[in-house]
């Protein structure tokens, strides 16, 4: 007889766990822009900025602490700016290519 799990004792899954070099972060940050989804793309510079240190980009930032994780949620639509801001602050930046 198998014992029953319950999904309540599983531990919640933390990508930023796993971001732990910048090849990481550029293989994460560049499948969420390949979905071309907003919501994904902030909750994702979120799940970063967590694992440089949220404090930290904040300051390099110059975005409040508490605003950037505001920002940062997948239901949230930043102001372009904000994106850029974010993205220089964790040293990454975002490339144009062609399509296909």
């Given at each position: 007889m198998r014992k029953q799990i319950n999904i309540n004792d599983l531990p919640e899954f933390d990508?930023?766990?796993?971001?732990?070099?910048?090849?990481d972060i550029v293989e994460y940050l560049s499948q969420v822009l390949e979905e071309g989804d907003s919501g994904e793309l902030a909750a994702a510079l979120g799940h970063i900025a967590k694992?440089?240190?949220?404090?930290?980009?904040?300051?390099a930032s110059g975005i409040k602490r508490e605003a950037l994780y505001k920002a940062l949620?997948?239901?949230?639509?930043?102001?372009f700016d904000t994106i850029l801001r974010v993205c220089k602050a964790l040293g990454v930046k975002l490339i144009a290519a062609p399509v296909g």
């Open positions: 990508i930023a766990q796993y971001l732990e070099s910048d090849a694992a440089r240190g949220m404090t930290e980009i904040a300051r949620r997948s239901n949230s639509h930043p102001r």
